[in-house]
């Protein structure tokens, strides 16, 4: 269930109404009058939700899915448990997506005309600068100090200790305490997501957090998305360079480094103190285990075990990477002599 301190939730509806309003349709023994009052991930769900399943990769977790309603295709609605209800979606992610619009429509707008909410806690010793922005139920906690023109998004919570830099946008997050935060950094914007249809490209709703944990420390200029249904996470410890982009549900492990430039695909999880060099690219849904180290520049398409040392694009063991290296220089050192 998305976090109510960020998101509001619309009132429920029943499958009948779902299937109308979304296109899809019951398959044969549904039950059409069943109230769903929220939407959920297969693992997280209780009774009265409903989840989606594209891909029989996943028949398994649904089988075990307390869920009480699920998207999914006419192929796969045969492997539907017996007390799951069943839409049927030509494209389950795209109904899915619609249905999570029409439990949550929108998110709280900031009011302009308070800079500061009335009901915005504000702690002992907290220093604001001119221009700063508190939304409606934020939490400030001792001891912080906020930048000039920074935004705090409704809901938020900040730390104690903690020091937000001029120019940062905070929204849909929980921050830890002594954490510090460069200039412009930008934290819980839209993860980057959508479904290619006939139509065009529909938005998925993004309805997670951004949690970033005790004594991390952000660089000028980075994002972090939130999640699209669970969280992004920053672990206690870590140290995040300038200009780097964190996609939506990835996960950081404590005392992680990561230097300026890094981009990280959504859903990719980083273990305890992970390093990734200068201007690395990790493709979507890796996982990268404890103590493994990525060198500068690198393309990441494969999962990297603890404690493992790859360079380059495709990136590969390191030693590996300098004897083909060494290998090519050898081949094209010029011949001496006629």
């Known amino acids: ?87 049927i979606a030509d494209d389950p992610r795209a109904a899915f997506a619609a249905i999570a619009s029409i439990f949550y429509p929108m998110s709280e707008a900031l009011d302009g005309a308070t800079p500061i909410a009335p009901d915005a806690v504000i702690g002992k010793e907290v220093r604001l600068a001119s221009g700063v922005v508190i939304g409606a139920r934020a939490r400030i906690a001792d001891h912080v100090t906020i930048g000039a023109n920074a935004v705090i998004g409704p809901g938020v919570e900040i730390g104690a200790g903690s020091m937000i830099g001029a120019n940062v946008s905070i929204y849909y997050a929980l921050i830890g305490a002594r954490v510090i935060l460069h200039p412009g950094v930008r934290i819980g914007q839209d993860g980057f997501g959508f479904v290619p249809t006939s139509k065009g490209l529909i938005k998925v709703p993004q309805l997670g957090r951004v949690v970033i944990e005790d004594d991390v420390e952000i660089g000028a200029n980075t994002t972090v998305d939130r999640g699209t249904a669970s969280d992004t996470v920053i672990g206690a410890g870590t140290k995040i360079d300038n200009l780097v982009q964190i996609g939506h549900n990835v996960v950081i492990g ?85």
């Open 1 to 87: 269930m998305p976090d109510p301190r960020f998101y509001r939730r619309e009132v429920p509806r029943t499958l009948a109404d779902l299937a109308a309003m979304t296109g899809t349709r019951p398959a044969p023994g549904a039950d059409a009058g069943l109230v769903i009052s929220d939407i959920a991930q297969l693992d997280t769900a209780a009774g009265g939700d409903i989840v989606y399943v594209g891909d029989k990769k996943f028949i398994s977790a649904w089988r075990a899915s307390a869920c009480s309603a699920c998207i999914t295709s006419e192929a796969l609605a045969r492997e539907a448990p017996a007390t799951c209800s069943v839409l």
């Open 254 to 338: 404590r005392n992680c480094i990561i230097v300026a430039q890094v981009g990280i695909s959504g859903s990719c999880k980083l273990g305890n103190g992970v390093v990734l060099g200068g201007q690395v690219g990790l493709a979507d849904h890796l996982e990268l285990a404890d103590g493994a180290q990525v060198g500068a520049q690198s393309g990441l398409t494969r999962n990297v075990g603890a404690g493992e040392v790859v360079l380059g694009s495709p990136a590969r063991p390191v030693r590996q990477f300098w004897r083909e290296v060494a290998a090519l220089s050898r081949l094209t050192k010029p011949k001496k002599g006629p």
